[in-house]
Each structure stands twice: as C-alpha cells, then as structure tokens.
C-alpha cells in the first residue's frame, strides 16, 4: 500500500525533551561519559575577571564548539554554528536548550585573540585528557613512536622573497667541540678554534602571506610553504606530545625538543621508534646514552653508481683505519672541525690500482673515508636492527604513528592549515591531537564499561546458579 506523509505534520506541537532526541549511541554521549569538562573553568580562571565587565560566554561552551568542529570534521566555525543550530546531538553536548541561541561563529576568535593567544591553554586541555587516558591505563608508553608529517600552509607559494639566516645551533655542538680536541689532543694533532654557535648562514625561501611557514619540495619540481606537526605517539596510538615547525627545518634539529618533553612526562618509556630522517650519530647516542633502545631502520648508501659503497670499506677499530675493496689501508690523517675523522690512502698506491674508478675520481688519486666521532652509536644501531626485537617492534610504525597522520589528515582537516602563523597551526595541530585522544578514550572507556558489566553480571548469574550446580 502507498502510504503519503502529510505536510501538514511539520507544524504540530509535540511534548518531548531533547535527551529522548539524541540516539543512546551517539558519540557526544560517550564524550560527556569520558572526562568532565569543567576542568577547563579551572585552566581559564585567570583569564576573566571576577568582578568587570559583561558576563562571559560559558568558556566550557566555546571550546566544546572547538571539539565539535574539529571531532567532526566541519570545515570552519561559522559552518559548525549552523550545524549546532539545526543538531540536537550538538546541542545537548553543549547544553543548549531548543531555544537557546549558539554563540556567533567570531566569539571563539575573539577570545583567542584577547585571552588564549601567546597562553598554553591549548597544551594542557590536550594533557588534561591525556592523563585521563594515562588514570584508565589505556597508554603503552615503553615504545615511543616519534615522526613528522607536513601541513599545508594557507600561503600562496607565488608570494616569496629570498631571505638570509643564521643557521640553527645545535644543542650538542659544545659538547661535539670538547670531544673534537680531545680526539685531535690524542692524536697529536693541532688544536683548532672551534666555536660553539652556529655562525654560517643559509638563504632561505620566506613566503609574504604566512612568513612562519617554510618552503617543502614535494617530488623534483614542486614546492609549497608547510609546517611540519613533529608527534610522539604510544603502540596504542594516544598522541603523548606534538609540536609544529616550518616545513624547511629537518626532522633531526627538532627530535630534541619533542623527545625531551616526551620523556619527561614518560621517563621508563625503553624504545624509541623513528624513521631514517633520524639516523644520526648524535640521536643514536642520546638515547643510547639515556639507557632506552633506538629503532631505526636501514638507510640506503648515498653512493654514486659504478662506485663502491662505504660498507665495502672495512673499518678496523683496533688500529684504528680502514682497508679498502683492493686489501689496501687507509690510515688516520686527522679529525676535521664538524666531527669526523678522515681517513687518506696513499697517491702513489692509488695511482696504479685498477678498481680506482670504481674507488675515486680524485685528481690527486687520493681516496678519502670520514667517520664520525660519535659513529659507534650508529653502529650499535645497526646491530639492533637485525635483531628480533626490532623486526616485532619497527613495523608497528604503520598502524600507530602513520596511522595517526592518516585519521588526523582524512577524518579531522589536518591536512592544510586553517590558519596563519605557527601559533594558530600548533593550536590546530594541539586541538585535533586532542579530539583522536578524547575519542578513542570514549571509545575505550564505554567497552571497557560494558566488559565490567558482562563480567559482572555472569559473576551474579554464577553465584545464583552455584547451589543448583553443586547439589548435580
């Protein structure tokens, strides 16, 4: 039978309250389940005043709008005001009533610009539910997953003027210096000046619109400005720490900085996962020298074709030099001022050999080997990777850290940035790092909810059944 809806329908007055509106297993009822958001009055406290002006916006409100946009997706905040408008779910989440009006989409920009910017109220919202998560024992932080993934910035890459800088420091420069002149004192060689700070400098490419963002070639003709989100994250996949750099800074000149505040927070965590971006002999020694396990994976030889590799040159320790593919040695000749020993076969012996093409295309035919001071670290790296433990633990990189890029660029608009500046894209970064934590923490808390409660209640059925059971 055809059955027609009447339009008429539409305007009758119905009794209904608008939690009956809002499906049992709708995800925002899992949110509220998951953590009580009133700790953000006690974050934001000192940024209102007690006794001036008008009343405030609930603050738990407007940055419940912020989860909302960025836990589903919403392409901006004047968009989610509309959505929050027609949404019962939203509303309830936020505790709006059918006719309470929803804050203007610019009151959240407002508040950032006159109370949240240059704070880290963003940071500790995101800490503040990483800890719930820590309080459930939902982390597994004894292997640390640590790697970058860039985010367009919302710059047009047309726009650019070339600029000089100063080069980074290095925070293990002093310490690389000391160990310099002692290696060339031991070697009764001369000493050098050498200076702790960094003073060359690079031309980089600065972009007019957003000049936080660096340029990112992306294949050999592309270019665009980025930043770069720098995540620590468990096997898990709870992000522990995130921080954001212009796109043009390499992966290994942050590492400090995220691993530091990644191990403060997790001191017994005992490896650390990274990609070949990392394998550098001052990481492999940190962290060695930390008591925790470097994971790193196998980094193809940078050699030119025809040539013979580095590794086909045998390194020995005890006399410290090398022997060549031809049964030839390549004694020490000195330790240069960014850390590396060299090692110089002999002319005249070069001269002559008949793999020399394959070897050098030196005009003095003289072959040249550098190994870094710190080379031995890299080296005990290297044998951790052909151990089991590292073929158990180094694959999880797909399903935990390049997992979280996948989820953060697909499901939460982590793709392009929203904003300018690389504060407004940490706290984007910050606030979508937040959102996956909160909900897989929902989602976790509600199973393992309903795990007690099946427990539970086949405990109760045993314990009734239990007399009838004894007397067969």
Known sequence: MLTKKQESERG????????????????????????????????????????KGRPSIDPVVLFKMVFIQYMFDIRSMRQTVKEIEVNMAYRWFLGLDFTDSVPHFGTFSKNYERRFHDTDIFERIFKRILTEAINCGFVDANSIFIDSTPIKANANKKKRIKEIVNHKAKVYKRQLNQEICQDREANNKKQIDLDDNDGDTKTITKSTTDPDAGILRKGDHQEIFAYSAHTACDKNNFVLNATVTAANEHDSTVFDEVYEETKKDFPDCENIVLDAAYKTPWIAKRIIDDGKIPFMPYKRPMTKAGYFKKYEYIYDPYYNHYVCPNGEILPYSTTNRLGYKEYKSSSKTCECCEQREQCTNNKNFTKVITRHLWSDYLDTAEKIRHTQLWKDIYPQRSHTIERIFGDAKEKHRMRYAQFRGINKVKMQVLITYACMNLKKLAKWKKLKDLTNSFFHNFIGILEILSPQLSTI
């Open 12 to 51: 009758q007055y119905q009794l209904v309250a608008i939690d009956d509106l809002v499906p049992k297993d709708h995800l925002v009822r899992d949110l509220l389940q998951a953590i009580n958001f009133d700790f953000i009055y006690d974050e934001v406290k000192d940024m209102y005043s007690e006794d």
